[in-house]
Nanobody, 122 residues
Framework: QVQLVESGGGLVQAGDSLRLSCVASGRTVSSYAMGWFRQAPGKEREFVAAISWSSGSTRYADSVKGRFTISRDNAKNTVYLQMNSLKPEDTAVYYC???????????????WGQGTQVTVSS
């Protein structure tokens, strides 16, 4: 059983940067694709970014393309989300999840953590 723990959120101003981390424990996630999702108050959870097990492929939601970068360190069982040029509309709880492949990360994510709150003030 894999447990995922997200961290790194906080309260920042528009234009600032944050780096989120997702640490996996229980078993390695090096063979899984990993994704970041977010859920704003009153809204559905939405896909943000994903990375293949080898880091050879990445995917981004149009709303974050060019501002966010997903990366992973399989030796540390950790996935990162570097968020630059943050906007108030990025305010949400951010979650990570694993998936068998990057191709199905938006339809078969699993292993949700408790999330980390990101609040961007204008």
């Amino acid at each position: 059983q894999v447990q995922l723990v997200e961290s790194g959120g906080g309260l920042v101003q528009a234009g600032d940067s944050l780096r989120l981390s997702c640490v996996a424990s229980g078993r390695t996630v090096s063979s899984y694709a990993m994704g970041w999702f977010r859920q704003a108050p009153g809204k559905e959870r939405e896909f943000v970014a994903a990375i293949s097990w080898s880091s050879g492929s990445t995917r981004y939601a149009d709303s974050v393309k060019g501002r966010f970068t997903i990366s992973r360190d399989n030796a540390k069982n950790t996935v990162y989300l570097q968020m630059n040029s943050l906007k108030p509309e990025d305010t949400a709880v951010y979650y990570c999840a694993k998936s068998p492949t990057i191709a199905v990360v938006t339809i078969a994510p699993s292993g949700w953590g408790q999330g980390t709150q990101v609040t961007v003030s204008s």
